[in-house]
């Protein structure tokens, strides 16, 4: 079992930015793949983007999230970044990772999210 923790999340201008941590609360015996999705209110869960276990590859959801969403991730700290830029009204939604142990694109770990607000 893997318990992940996001932080970071609060209350930003459109326009600014904010760096989202997810710490694994133990190392795992080989990375997993990660992803990063959220959660708008009264809207479904949205795939955000994902990172490979050894952080070489990274997907984008979404063409508008790939010019300011940037994942990262430093193994050694068994953590995963989300760096996003340029935010707007509508990037406000609960975020949350996830962890893809075994890389089919299923995440079996959740961290409980972080709240990230955007004012226009």
């Known amino acids: 079992q893997v318990q992940l923790v996001e932080s970071g999340g609060g209350l930003v201008q459109a326009g600014g930015s904010l760096r989202l941590s997810c710490a694994a609360s133990?190392?795992?015996?080989?990375?997993?793949?990660m992803g990063w999705f959220r959660q708008a209110p009264g809207k479904e869960r949205e795939f955000v983007g994902r990172?490979?276990?050894?952080?070489?590859?990274?997907?984008y959801a979404a063409d508008s999230m790939k010019g300011r969403f940037t994942i990262s991730r430093d193994n050694a700290k068994n953590t995963v970044y989300l760096q996003m830029n340029s935010l707007k009204p509508e990037d406000t939604a609960v975020y949350y990772c996830?962890?893809?142990?075994?890389?089919?694109?299923?995440?079996?770990?959740w961290g409980q999210g972080t709240q990230v607000t955007v004012s226009s």
């Open positions: 990172i490979s276990s050894s952080g070489g590859s990274t997907y």
């Open positions: 996830a962890a893809d142990p075994t890389g089919g694109y299923s995440y079996s770990y």
């Open positions: 133990r190392r795992t015996a080989r990375p997993y793949d």
